[in-house]
T-cell receptor
Framework: KNEVEQSPQNLTAQEGEFITINCSYS?????LHWLQQHPGGGIVSLFMLSSGKKKHGRLIATINIQEKHSSLHITASHPRDSAVYICAASGGGADGLTFGKGTHLIIQP | GAGVSQTPSNKVTEKGKYVELRCDPISGHTALYWYRQSLGQGPEFLIY????????DSGLPNDRFFAVRPEGSVSTLKIQRTERGDSAVYLC???????????FGQGTRLTVV
């Protein structure tokens, strides 16, 4: 069974700061997903990646397959980035996604 | 519709009652997943449908939980004899096929009192 670990669990930062959220998993996967969940809202897919790096606006996701590790970066953070960020693994012998517990991010003005 | 739709958005029920939660996936998506998210936790896998068949129901916690997808589109998650521990947000997601990008609904918040 795949174990997906995220750190930190909680992160509070000032507007403009560079944010990094880390994710590690225990077994080989087909892809790593980064998801965003706002309070009371549904889950939105940010990235799905199986190698290298992807960028969308101020968000960057990287993955190192050999080290079984992925990071999500937010540049020039803004209060509207405040949300729970969840990493999830697909493949690795499981149907569906195996989720981390999420990182609760608060960006203060 | 344009996205995954779940109804109802909120459901309060008494312990011991039967509930049905509905998921309407994106048209053409053959893969459909149900997850359960307890407060402060990441979602946990319940069941995966490929078309009409439940390809993997290993995440269903016990035999009080059952799900169907009779025509390969809309799915219903059914919970019998609800217990207070069943209170959670039930999320549905669909994707074009297995292990591709998943699109999530807004979830159904179930409260058993």
């Amino acid at each position: 069974k795949n174990e997906v670990e995220q750190s930190p669990q909680n992160l509070t930062a000032q507007e403009g700061e560079f944010i990094t959220i880390n994710c590690s998993y225990s077994v080989g996967i087909s892809a790593l997903h980064w998801l965003q969940q706002h309070p009371g809202g549904g889950i939105v897919s940010l990235f799905m990646l199986s190698s290298g790096k992807k960028k969308h606006g101020r968000l960057i996701a990287t993955i190192n397959i050999q080290e079984k590790h992925s990071s999500l970066h937010i540049t020039a953070s803004h209060p509207r980035d405040s949300a729970v960020y969840i990493c999830a693994a697909s493949g690795g012998g499981a149907d569906g996604l195996t989720f981390g517990k999420g990182t609760h991010l608060i960006i203060q003005p | 519709g344009a996205g995954v739709s779940q109804t109802p958005s909120n459901k309060v029920t008494e312990k011991g009652k039967y509930v049905e939660l509905r998921c309407d996936p994106i048209s053409g998506h053959t893969a459909l997943y149900w997850y359960r998210q307890s407060l402060g936790q990441g979602p946990e896998f319940l069941i995966y449908f490929q078309g009409t068949g439940a390809a993997d129901d290993s995440g269903l916690p016990n035999d009080r939980f059952f799900a169907v997808r009779p025509e390969g589109s809309v799915s219903t998650l059914k919970i019998q004899r609800t217990e207070r521990g069943d209170s959670a947000v039930y999320l549905c997601a669909s994707s074009i096929q297995r292990n591709t990008e998943a699109f999530f609904g807004q979830g159904t918040r179930l409260t058993v009192v």
